[in-house]
């Protein structure tokens, strides 16, 4: 079956936009997550979303957000981007079986310049 | 406050012979715990996972042993093959919480 597929894999944004990412799950999983990756803070939680509803939400600035569709489809948006913002943004989704974690996209690659 | 660590950033091991990363966390409230092996401009990959009432799972050639006492936790892959070249990383979920809180990840290099 498919995996989870985000979109787009590349993106270079200027200061100061914003910029919104999208997730697809693995069919029939309705929990999605969303996490940063960079080099000096390593893997960070961003939030968690189920059946729509934001249940979970880590340490992050105002300016990242995110939704969840009725189909578990997830975006997450970024706006007023800052130099800081250019990591690897990776969405996972999950049945809620705790024993197998999350299944993680390939990622979106995003470099603010 | 770094509530999952994995304090070896890299480790070197020979073909055929056993890697054992480690892990160490402070959070008593972790209730499972997980490693993923992760390979560059890709997501993380499920590997193994334990729950914090056992004390070791096995599936295949990884063993996850977890000591509660002493909050530690270790994966052993043997025997090591050059495919398992990659970052893994340590990851717990938190009671009651679907928040994965990940270590710094440990750089494993097998060597033909």
């Known amino acids: 079956k498919a995996g989870v597929t985000q979109t787009p894999r590349y993106l270079i944004k200027t200061r100061g936009q914003q910029v919104t990412l999208s997730c697809s799950p693995i069919s029939g999983h309705r929990s999605v997550s969303w996490y940063q990756q960079t080099p000096g803070q390593g893997l960070q939680f961003l939030f968690e979303?189920?059946?729509?509803?934001?249940?979970n939400k880590g340490n992050f600035p105002g300016r990242f957000s995110g939704r969840q569709f009725s189909n578990s489809r997830s975006e997450m948006n970024v706006s007023t981007l800052e130099l800081g913002d250019s990591a690897l943004y990776l969405c996972?989704?999950?049945?809620?079986?705790?024993?197998?974690?999350?299944?993680f996209g390939s990622g979106t690659r995003l470099t603010v310049v | 406050d770094q509530q999952v660590k994995q304090n070896s950033p890299s480790l070197s091991v020979q073909e055929g012979r056993i890697s054992i990363l480690n892990c160490d966390y402070t959070?008593?409230?972790?209730?499972?715990f997980l490693w993923y092996k992760k390979y560059p401009a890709e997501g993380p990959t499920f590997l193994i996972s334990i729950s914090s009432i056992k004390d070791k799972n096995e599936d295949g050639r990884f063993t996850v042993f977890l000591n509660k006492s002493a909050k530690h936790l270790s994966l052993h892959i043997v025997p090591s093959q050059p495919g398992d070249s990659a970052v893994y990383f340590c990851a717990a979920l938190i009671q009651g919480a679907q928040k994965l809180v990940f270590g710094q990840g440990t750089r494993l290099t097998i060597n033909p």
């Open positions: 996972a989704s999950s049945l809620g079986d705790r024993k197998y974690g999350y299944t």
């Open positions: 959070n008593s409230m972790f209730d499972y």
């Open positions: 979303y189920f059946s729509e509803t934001q249940r």
